[in-house]
């Protein structure tokens, strides 16, 4: 038995409500369900006599315990509670379509596309549905690197909307997932459209250098203080060589646990309330750092380029993409102190390798670096130049709304 249930919200003298009448009808029309329950929470009863002897089928309006051809439910004001379902509750604009035997129900919305997009939008419904499935069983599950967004921002997820992506979400759940997504899609921020161009220009070429600085500075470091001396000035190297000569340690156990330490700092400050936790990150850094130079635990030099990396890393506008490059800012480190600088390159060229690999939905994790889009990575254009969406997304309307 096929049955909907439906709120007393499509019976209401309002435009909207028969225009959500009107589109509740063209699915009844295709379905033909057995039996309609209504919530009802105000008189209407002239609107659904009329509607059940229209379509000569049963109409339950009746609050309590009701046993229709084996269904058996309660029927309250606001709510449903049905066998073998879960309790159902309607909203303004929606239905739920139940399949009794079958023990299927779903929500169907109304109020999101007009009659003649519906089948489009359940085509496009059950491929985001499988994309997602194969999404969330990754293949590549031990990739650090996250292959969705997710936002509390409602200009972020407009600005994805725009740019021609899928925004999911997911009832009583403030976070949206946006997808697909790329590299560059974390390094750009909504707030550069309230910026003038040449402003979030420079924002994000800026943080591109910083990310390279946090991401390879301290592995470098090891490697040219290890292996390559000869690379380094000669000032340098003797200022470097004079602040180590009472340090017990080498060059790498001190900036991976410098690193280390930092990294506990940080988990330290985010456990703690807002106010605090960061007082608790920079003063425990100073104060920390200040003591175990002053005791000959590590090098001044050490603890600059380190603490240069952590707030180079702190550029970084998504987490989720810092949380994976700071552990690969640690393996490169180990790299360039044990392999030098051929360390560094040969972890930099697996890292490159590991994003190319990587897909969203499809889209290449890289993109549009691969694809010769690179001015739109770098440069945000005037928004009134801005007249196409990105084509490597392949939107169904290349032009941006204007």
Same mark, same amino acid.
């Given at each position: 038995?096929?049955?909907?249930?439906? *709120? *007393?919200?499509?019976?209401?003298?309002?435009?909207?409500?028969?225009?959500?009448?009107?589109?509740?009808?063209?699915?009844?029309?295709? *379905?033909?369900?057995?039996?309609? =329950?209504?919530?009802?929470?105000?008189?209407?009863?002239?609107?659904?006599?009329?509607?059940a002897?229209?379509?000569?089928?049963? @109409?339950?309006?009746?609050?309590?315990?009701?046993?229709?051809g084996?269904?058996?439910?309660? #029927?309250?004001?606001?709510?449903?509670?049905?066998?073998?379902?879960p309790?159902?509750?309607? &909203?303004?604009?929606?239905?739920?379509?139940?399949?009794?035997?079958r023990?299927? +129900?779903?929500?169907? &919305?109304?109020?999101?596309?007009? !009659?003649?997009?519906? $089948?489009?939008?359940?085509?496009?419904?059950?491929?985001? $549905?499988?994309?997602l499935? $194969?999404?969330?069983?990754?293949?590549?599950?031990?990739?650090?690197?996250?292959?969705?967004?997710?936002?509390?921002?409602?200009?972020?997820?407009?600005?994805?909307?725009?740019?021609?992506?899928?925004?999911?979400?997911? !009832?009583?759940?403030?976070i949206?997932?946006? %997808?697909?997504?790329?590299?560059?899609?974390?390094?750009?921020?909504?707030?550069d &459209?309230?910026?003038?161009?040449?402003?979030?220009?420079?924002?994000?070429?800026?943080?591109?250098? +910083?990310?390279g @600085?946090?991401?390879?500075?301290?592995?470098? &470091?090891?490697?040219?203080?290890?292996f390559?001396?000869?690379?380094l000035?000669?000032?340098?190297? %003797?200022?470097?060589?004079?602040s180590?000569?009472?340090?017990?340690?080498?060059?790498?156990?001190?900036?991976?646990?410098?690193?280390?330490?930092? $990294?506990l700092?940080?988990? +330290?400050? %985010?456990?703690?309330?807002?106010? =605090?936790?960061?007082?608790?990150?920079?003063?425990g850094?100073?104060?920390?750092?200040?003591a175990a130079?002053?005791?000959?635990? =590590?090098?001044?030099?050490?603890?600059?380029?380190?603490?240069?990396?952590?707030?180079?890393?702190?550029?970084?506008?998504?987490?989720?993409?810092?949380?994976?490059?700071?552990?690969?800012?640690?393996?490169?480190?180990?790299?360039?102190? =044990?392999?030098?600088?051929?360390?560094?390159?040969?972890?930099?060229?697996?890292? #490159?390798?590991?994003?190319?690999?990587?897909?969203?939905?499809?889209?290449?994790? %890289?993109?549009?670096?691969?694809?010769?889009? @690179?001015?739109?990575?770098?440069?945000?254009?005037?928004?009134?130049?801005?007249?196409?969406? *990105?084509?490597t997304?392949?939107?169904?309307?290349?032009?941006?709304?204007?």
């Amino acid at each position: 038995m096929l049955l909907y249930y439906i *709120d *007393d919200s499509f019976f209401r003298p309002t435009a909207f409500a028969r225009l959500m009448r009107a589109r509740l009808e063209s699915w009844m029309e295709r *379905d033909r369900p057995q039996l309609v =329950v209504v919530s009802v929470s105000v008189r209407c009863d002239s609107a659904l006599r009329e509607f059940a002897q229209r379509w000569q089928i049963p @109409v339950l309006t009746s609050s309590g315990v009701f046993d229709y051809g084996g269904v058996r439910g309660i #029927l309250r004001c606001d709510s449903l509670l049905l066998e073998p379902f879960p309790l159902m509750r309607c &909203y303004s604009g929606s239905f739920i379509r139940a399949e009794v035997r079958r023990g299927r +129900a779903e929500r169907v &919305y109304l109020d999101f596309f007009p !009659d003649e997009q519906t $089948e489009a939008f359940l085509r496009l419904s059950e491929q985001l $549905e499988k994309m997602l499935s $194969e999404q969330l069983a990754e293949k590549k599950w031990y990739s650090p690197f996250p292959q969705f967004q997710t936002t509390q921002r409602p200009d972020r997820a407009a600005m994805a909307v725009l740019e021609g992506r899928v925004i999911v979400m997911c !009832d009583n759940s403030p976070i949206g997932l946006i %997808l697909p997504t790329d590299y560059n899609s974390f390094i750009r921020t909504s707030d550069d &459209y309230y910026s003038r161009f040449e402003i979030a220009t420079f924002g994000r070429i800026l943080r591109y250098l +910083a990310l390279g @600085v946090s991401l390879l500075l301290p592995g470098i &470091y090891a490697a040219m203080a290890m292996f390559h001396q000869q690379m380094l000035p000669t000032k340098l190297l %003797l200022s470097i060589i004079e602040s180590k000569q009472d340090v017990p340690f080498s060059t790498l156990f001190e900036v991976v646990g410098l690193l280390c330490a930092f $990294e506990l700092l940080q988990q +330290a400050g %985010l456990h703690l309330p807002q106010a =605090v936790g960061t007082a608790v990150s920079i003063i425990g850094g100073l104060v920390v750092g200040t003591a175990a130079v002053d005791a000959k635990l =590590v090098s001044p030099a050490a603890l600059i380029v380190t603490a240069s990396s952590g707030i180079c890393g702190f550029t970084l506008p998504n987490r989720e993409l810092s949380d994976a490059l700071r552990l690969w800012r640690l393996g490169l480190t180990v790299l360039g102190g =044990v392999l030098g600088l051929f360390g560094v390159t040969a972890g930099l060229l697996l890292l #490159l390798i590991k994003l190319a690999g990587l897909e969203s939905l499809g889209r290449s994790y %890289l993109a549009p670096f691969g694809e010769a889009e @690179v001015k739109g990575a770098l440069v945000r254009e005037r928004l009134t130049e801005q007249k196409w969406r *990105d084509g490597t997304l392949r939107p169904l309307g290349e032009r941006n709304q204007r």
